[in-house]
């Protein structure tokens, strides 16, 4: 009989389960990958064998042109790794195709939950809460100073926005996989059925979604049309378009952004952006410290993110807690 | 106080210049007095509320959250009031925001006792927006990229009338400015400042660089090495002003009874003593003139070892008269005639540098930094006195400044806009043979002379060459050395290494260079001059 959770070991490029030679989210090639999503610093190209949700495959076969060695997992599935490690995907509410990955060994449960949020989005399905001993979880946004408002708050700023300057257009900077989308899918709920302009970057990501079930409405690329179209009209481009050349082309932009870091001032005005929008894929400080107390694990590893405060969090509410140093892992633009 | 709220969020999210003064003027001309003038004072010189202070926000937030918590927050943040704004448990109630008025007069009423349950309750009062505007217009700091000058054109604008009007009744008037309110937006008569020791903007120069002048236009004099003043008697009273518009005459007692005649005088004031151009030149050092600064109260003791006096530049007014439309000429040779009235005690004039040509001055400049003397200034024969900063007026020409290589040990997180950068370094030199074992023993600080894209590469550096953390700061590798430009170097007991540096900044950063070949404390003392 060999230590308790001694088959688990979080080293600097990844989790690695031991007796299956498998590693979670690895920072490089390895021979058999379980990825919780597609995002850049968690699903990588290159491994043996990349073990996800039949969406994050999709989402690694356009991003990364990886689908050698691909081994489907529905949500809820449960496949047999060697060594006597199962892995179950549970939906992680973050993005298209995100999971949780519950591995069990000897009577013993691990959760890792990659990235994770507990708002709905009408993008994926909803994070669920799922008993285990060890809960390895991120903490993108881990201070207690990150609430997330309402979405239905911010996508009412910008629609007053958009109304107060028909003859300008709001250019929303919104990460490619998953905010885009989502901002997307929330103006369409919020009741905005005009056409959405794309940034050239985003419309393979956005077809993905539609072929995934997810409705996007009328989505047109703002190269097919003049400024002139544009006028009154929302775009959407990648935050790294924001400030770029390309938005020359377009009506007098009001520079938004749709990201969590819009909380801080500072943040929005190093962006140059004149319309904060607080929208996050990720859990925020009360999001965070509820899915822990609600898990309520014997133990909680920390990933990525703030994990100085939510390892204080966890010291001041006696649950045992500890900080991985993982490398690789860099704050989205979420 | 929600519209003053939204004026500043409006404006922190602003980029162009034109929109803010059309946010501010729109403000100023629908609001109401005197929460306008509260407004503008907060959005120009600040407001000030001896109770308010950071570490009050600090002391009431650690009551309301963990000590850990707030620090790693207000780290992240780069703000204190933001990061109290973001961090205050909304209240139960619905918001009863208060006006910009009712909340100067609570403001002011509250002492350092009662500022820990009085600014709680008006808090609880206000949404996030409102806790920023009022927890920044409370402790004074707006910092939001509007400068004083920026939000007096703005009042310019909005009522038509013309900025240099506005400048010069400034600082004869107290906030609400009721008066100024009255006058551009009510068309009464503009305030009255003949018989108020009031101060009037500076004229500044520009760097030289790589202008060459003719002489025949331009008159050269030395750029003394102390902090330049403007002297104003008025109404049987003296004020000595800084360079900013500070009132520091009472660090400076001897000199409020030495002008017998109402004037304006600029100068630079210095300490007696035969540094800066030997006996002749009659100035001890920066270094000395610093012991005097920024003190309230001056012991005799500090009167006798370090007199101060005034080298004169300029006058502006004399006796009711304004000089300012004046050419240079004209007001250098009434500065002239003025010295015999005002005691050899406390006055002299700064005497004009007379070279052959301009390669001359540029020897003469050369032996400045011998002299102690911090450089020349060029002045146009004709120019009038003008506030501010013109192309083509005054030229400041400093000598070159002093270069050496140290080592980055710590860096430490940027504000405002640089929060999430670590941005200011602290470097410094080996105590020793670097190969024999010295240490790195810190000398200066940095937080410029490199480009938005250096400071990118820089942040990656320390990142990725962390070997300790303490709070916002992070202790590197000592792998990286920066060729450290300043402008002299003196001795300072506020240092392990003994020496302090003034206007360090970073001139480039040898990525090449490794940092064993960096300069050793020997060579950085045998630079001071002091
Ligand atoms: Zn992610
Ligand atoms: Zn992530």
Not at chain 1, 114 to 138: L, N, S
Not at chain 1, 281 to 290: M, Q, S
Not at chain 2, 180 to 188: K, S, Y
Request: net charge negative; aromatic share 8%; charged share 25%.
């Amino acid at each position: 009989m060999s230590a308790p959770f001694s088959w688990i070991r979080p080293e600097p490029h990844g989790i690695h389960i031991v007796p299956a030679d498998c590693w979670v989210d690895p920072a490089r090639a390895v021979d058999k990958a379980l990825v919780t999503h597609g995002h850049a610093d968690h699903a990588r190209g290159g491994h043996g064998q990349t073990v996800a949700t039949p969406e994050t495959l999709a989402i690694m076969k356009l991003r990364y042109a990886t689908s050698d060695g691909a081994t489907p997992v529905h949500y809820g599935e449960t496949i047999r790794l060697p060594g006597g490690v199962d892995a179950t995907y549970i939906p992680a509410g973050h993005v298209l195709g995100s999971a949780q990955i519950l591995l069990e060994h000897a009577g013993e449960r691990v959760i890792v939950t990659g990235d994770y949020k507990r708002r709905a989005d009408p993008t994926c399905p909803p994070f669920q809460v799922t008993p285990c001993d060890i809960f390895i979880t991120e903490a993108t946004f881990g201070l207690p100073l990150f609430t997330h408002p309402p979405i239905e708050d911010e996508m009412a700023k910008l629609l007053d926005r958009l109304a107060a300057h028909p003859d300008r257009c709001v250019l929303v900077g919104a990460y490619a996989l998953g905010k885009a989308q989502r901002v997307i899918a929330e103006l369409r709920r919020a009741g905005h059925h005009e056409p959405i302009y794309l940034h050239g970057a985003m419309e393979k990501m956005c077809r993905l979604y539609e072929d995934h079930g997810v409705d996007l409405g009328e989505l047109r690329l703002v190269s097919d049309y003049s400024k002139e179209d544009m006028r009154g009209a929302i775009v959407v481009c990648p935050p790294s378009a924001l400030n770029d050349r390309w938005s020359r082309r377009l009506p007098d932009p009001v520079t938004a952004m749709a990201s969590g870091w819009m909380r801080v001032r500072q943040r929005a005005r190093q962006r140059n952006v004149e319309l904060p929008l607080v929208i996050s894929d990720h859990a925020d400080w009360g999001e965070l410290t509820r899915t822990i107390r609600e898990v309520d694990a014997q133990e909680n590893w920390i990933t990525h993110g703030r994990e100085d405060a939510l390892l204080r969090w966890c010291q001041l509410h006696q649950r045992r807690a500890r900080a991985l140093a993982l490398v690789g892992y860099d704050d989205e633009d979420d | 106080m929600e519209e003053f709220a939204a004026l500043i969020d409006a404006l922190v999210y602003t980029r162009s210049r034109n929109e803010k003064l059309r946010l501010i003027a729109e403000y100023l001309r629908a609001t109401p007095d005197p929460d306008r003038g509260w407004a503008l004072a907060a959005l120009s010189d600040g407001l000030d509320f001896p109770a308010v202070k950071s570490s009050a926000i600090r002391n009431l937030m650690k009551d309301r959250i963990d000590p850990v918590l707030w620090t790693l927050s207000r780290d992240f943040v780069g703000d204190t009031a933001e990061t109290a704004s973001l961090l205050w448990p909304a209240p139960d109630d619905p918001p009863s925001p208060p006006t910009v008025g009712e909340t100067v007069d609570l403001l002011s009423a509250m002492t350092r006792k009662s500022v820990q349950t009085e600014l709680p309750r008006l808090l609880d009062r206000l949404d996030a927006s409102g806790r920023y505007a009022l927890l920044k217009l409370a402790t004074g700091a707006m910092r939001i990229g509007i400068s004083s000058r920026l939000a007096k054109t703005a009042f310019a604008q909005a009522f038509g009338v013309s900025v240099e009007e506005v400048e010069e009744y400034w600082h004869g008037l107290q906030p609400p400015y009721a008066e100024l309110f009255a006058w551009a937006a009510g068309g009464e008569a503009p305030p009255d400042i003949e018989n108020l020791p009031t101060f009037r903007p500076f004229m500044l120069a520009h760097p030289l660089e790589d202008t060459v002048v003719d002489l025949a236009d331009y008159a050269a004099e030395w750029k003394w090495d102390g902090i330049r003043v403007q002297l104003v008697r008025a109404g049987d009273e003296t004020r000595i002003y800084s360079r900013s518009g500070d009132d520091i005459s009472a660090t400076f007692p001897e000199l409020l009874d030495v002008l017998p005649f109402p004037a304006v005088l600029d100068g630079e004031l210095l300490v007696r003593g035969s540094v800066q151009g030997g006996e002749e030149g009659g100035a001890a050092s920066f270094n000395a003139l610093q012991q005097r600064l920024g003190r309230k109260t001056v012991s005799k003791k500090m009167l006798a070892e370090y007199p101060a006096f005034v080298r004169l530049y300029d006058v502006l007014l004399t006796e009711g008269e304004d000089l300012r439309e004046l050419p240079w000429t004209g007001r250098r040779a009434r500065l002239e005639a003025l010295m015999k009235r005002l005691p050899q005690s406390h006055f002299d004039i700064s005497q004009l540098v007379q070279p052959r040509d301009f390669d001359h001055l540029a020897e003469i400049r050369g032996g400045s930094r011998d002299e102690a003397i911090e450089g020349l200034m060029l002045k146009r024969r004709d120019s009038p006195y003008i506030a501010g900063r013109r192309v083509g007026y005054w030229y400041k020409w400093k000598r070159d400044p002093l270069l050496v290589d140290c080592v980055l040990m710590y860096a430490q997180r940027g504000s405002g806009k640089r929060s999430s950068f670590y941005s200011d370094y602290t470097f410094g030199c080996w105590d020793g043979d670097p190969d024999a074992g010295a240490d790195l023993l810190p000398v200066g600080k940095a937080y410029s002379g490199f480009t938005d894209e250096e400071l990118k590469k820089l942040d990656r550096h320390v990142r990725q060459n962390t070997v300790n953390r303490f709070g916002p700061v992070r202790e590197t590798d000592k792998s990286l050395v920066f060729e450290v430009a300043f402008d002299s170097v003196h001795e300072s007991k506020r240092h392990k290494s003994g020496l302090a540096m003034r206007f360090p900044r970073i001139h480039r950063i040898r990525w090449d260079k490794p940092p064993h070949e960096a300069d050793r404390i020997d060579a950085l003392r045998a630079l001071i001059r002091d």
